[in-house]
């Protein structure tokens, strides 16, 4: 099947806020709803991001026009909203909260939704892309490292007591078309 990625439309907001919670919620060993409701409550209101400046919220699509994927993706760190220097980073874009429906999960939809920022971040002529992630989450985590994400340390934080852990992909200079004549 192939997926598609583009901007999420209002009217898919509800319907991605509840992907979102069910994904995490999931996830073995992930603080409940009842340890994080802050988190829970900003996934499941997860249109409400793209409120905020430079963050847009994209998602993988199948050809039936279902959702199947999403991510959040900052187009400057000043708007990613975690704790630790993640939002001080200059030159740089993020992604949070990416989740794939656990049903079609392994047909590559994660990896295309994580190469759409990529490219976004380069389109943005940012240098850098930045993620976190949890030792819940060590799928994701091979697939950041063979993509070419590495980890940094400088990057973690502290959320409540769970330790968040942060990611790096350094993105050459885009090549300018030489100039012929």
């Given at each position: 099947m192939k997926y598609t990625v583009r901007q999420a439309k209002p009217e898919e907001f509800r319907d991605i806020g509840r992907l979102m919670?069910?994904?995490?919620?999931?996830l073995e060993g992930?603080?409940?709803?009842?340890?994080?409701?802050?988190y829970y409550q900003l996934l499941e209101n997860i249109g409400e991001i793209t409120n905020k400046p430079h963050t847009?919220?994209?998602v993988a699509v199948s050809s039936e026009g279902k959702v199947e994927g999403a991510v959040v993706y900052f187009s400057d760190m000043s708007s990613y909203g975690s704790g630790g220097t993640a939002t001080s980073q200059k030159n740089a874009s993020g992604f949070r909260l990416l989740a794939v429906n656990p049903e079609v999960r392994g047909?590559?939809?994660g990896k295309?939704?994580?190469q759409?920022?990529?490219?976004?971040?380069?389109?943005d002529g940012n240098q850098q892309l930045i993620i976190h992630s949890t030792e819940f989450m060590k799928v994701a985590w091979k697939m950041y490292e063979k993509m070419g994400f590495k980890r940094s340390e400088d990057l973690d934080f502290?959320?409540?007591k769970l330790p968040?852990?942060?990611?790096?992909?350094?993105l050459p200079p885009k090549k300018l078309p030489e100039k012929k004549g």
């Open positions: 919670v069910t994904v995490y919620a999931a992930f603080p409940s709803q009842k340890e994080q409701p802050e847009q919220l994209l047909m590559g939809i295309l939704l994580t759409a920022c990529i490219e976004k971040a380069r389109e502290m959320q409540g968040v852990f942060g990611f790096r992909l350094n």
